[in-house]
């Protein structure tokens, strides 16, 4: 198969995400995006059925820790659609947990609320393996050369390590080996603890199913320190047009792929406006990211300009910097296990002017088309105006 026809295959076969405004469909002229948005934004539209079925013997969830009480489940269960019925205890916690959050009564227990208390359930039973990656040593954390450019700030020193091998897509060489070992083992430690209690955790967002969030096991705090100290500079001097400045808030985790794990990300753009993807390893072959330039949210299913198409293979340790709405995907890790770390940096601030905002040429591809044609026609009407009323005159 060629590289051209795999890549169409993955950027068609898409995922049609609730409540994002995108079509799914196969289309085998315009790519089709997906938002991929984190886990806790999703919504299900499933419904309980009005009359139990008191035939049925519920499951016991006495062994998991739950969002609500194992009892509530139990009793839930036999008001259960029947093909749910007879699905397997993770999908229909699933199922029911949804269903609750949504029903809860307004402003009770806000999700926030929710949210802090499902962390310190994990914070307060969760024994970390290195504490020395809890806080942001920079010098443990990155290598010499990414620091430098941190410590001079400018221009000239960030364009020295940096390159943009695509308009848009930003390379360096970021982590120490040794911290990318360490975050590596961490993240075995942390699954294998959630394994071993049953602990149902939250996945970093609606299109991996493997993956976890860093930011609930303890290094919100850290991630923190990463983007306002080493991603907001940078993110400054690149990505001003999308609030680059501004970063506030993020959304820190890892993917994974391979055997046992997700084998790749169909085509999508992220819920962030700068994302940071960097390798922590390890032995694996695939993987690669592609990208097809940046588009509003009109314009994410339009079609892409050759000169936008771009791969990168991964680098243990390298970092990719681009926008959350660059529209991108992974190829299949086909052999051996590739784990990446994302953080999606937000800007509160830019997201509020968006909203009074009606055409993003400044970012968008589509939108800075549609402008520079406006005004070729305008010109040329003009032109064509000139010239009759020169001709009259004559
Ligand atoms: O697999 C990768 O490296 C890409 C992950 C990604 O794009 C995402 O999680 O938003
Ligand atoms: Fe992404």
Same mark, same amino acid.
């Given at each position: 198969m060629s590289s051209e026809q795999r890549e169409g295959s993955q950027e068609t076969t898409t995922t049609t995400v609730e409540g994002n405004g995108t079509i799914g469909g196969n289309n085998s002229h315009s790519a089709v995006a997906a938002t991929l948005r984190a886990t806790s934004t999703m919504a299900s539209c499933q419904r309980l059925r009005l009359n139990p079925n008191n035939e049925h013997r519920p499951d016991t969830y006495e062994d998991l820790q739950l969002d609500f009480p194992n009892s509530v489940y139990s009793s839930l269960?036999?008001?259960?659609p029947p093909n749910m019925l007879v699905s397997n205890r993770d999908e229909k916690i699933k199922f029911m947990t949804d269903i609750m959050l949504r029903h809860?009564?307004?402003? +009770?227990? !806000?999700r926030a609320q929710r949210h802090r208390d499902y962390r310190q359930k994990i914070i307060s039973n969760y024994q970390p393996?290195?504490?020395?990656?809890?806080?942001?040593v920079p010098t443990v954390c990155f290598v010499p050369s990414f620091l430098k450019a941190i410590n001079e700030s400018t221009e000239e020193s960030f364009r020295n390590i940096?390159? +943009?091998? !695509?308009?848009?897509v930003f390379v360096f060489d970021m982590l120490q080996p040794s911290f990318c070992e360490m975050m590596l083992s961490e993240i075995d430690n942390f699954e294998r603890w959630v394994g071993e209690t049953k602990f149902r955790i939250m996945r970093p967002?609606?299109?991996?199913k493997y993956g976890a969030v860093l930011d609930d096991f303890g290094l919100d705090t850290m991630l923190d320190k990463l983007m306002e100290g080493f991603i907001r500079p940078i993110s400054k001097l690149f990505f001003s047009d999308v609030g680059g400045a501004s970063l506030d808030s993020h959304h820190g985790f890892v993917v994974e792929y391979g055997k046992d794990r997700d084998v790749d990300l169909g085509f999508h753009v992220d819920d962030s406006e700068v994302t940071l993807n960097v390798c922590l390893g390890n032995q694996f072959v695939g993987g690669e990211l592609f990208f097809r330039g940046t588009r509003c949210e009109k314009h994410v299913n339009t079609a892409t300009k050759a000169d936008l198409t771009f791969d990168y293979d991964h680098i243990p340790g390298q970092a990719v910097l681009h926008r959350g709405r660059h529209r991108h995907g992974a190829r299949a890790t086909t052999s051996g296990h590739r784990v990446n770390m994302l953080l999606w940096c937000r800007s509160s601030v830019f997201r509020e002017l968006k909203t009074h905002q009606?055409?993003?040429?400044s970012w968008c591809g589509e939108c800075f088309c549609e402008k520079r044609d406006e005004k070729v026609r305008s010109i040329d009407a003009l032109r064509k105006k000139l010239f009759k009323a020169r001709h009259t005159q004559a």
């Open positions: 269960e036999k008001y259960l809860l009564p307004h402003g +009770e227990r !806000s393996l290195h504490r020395e990656l809890y806080t942001l940096i390159s +943009e091998p !695509s308009p848009g967002n609606t299109m991996n009606k055409e993003f040429s």
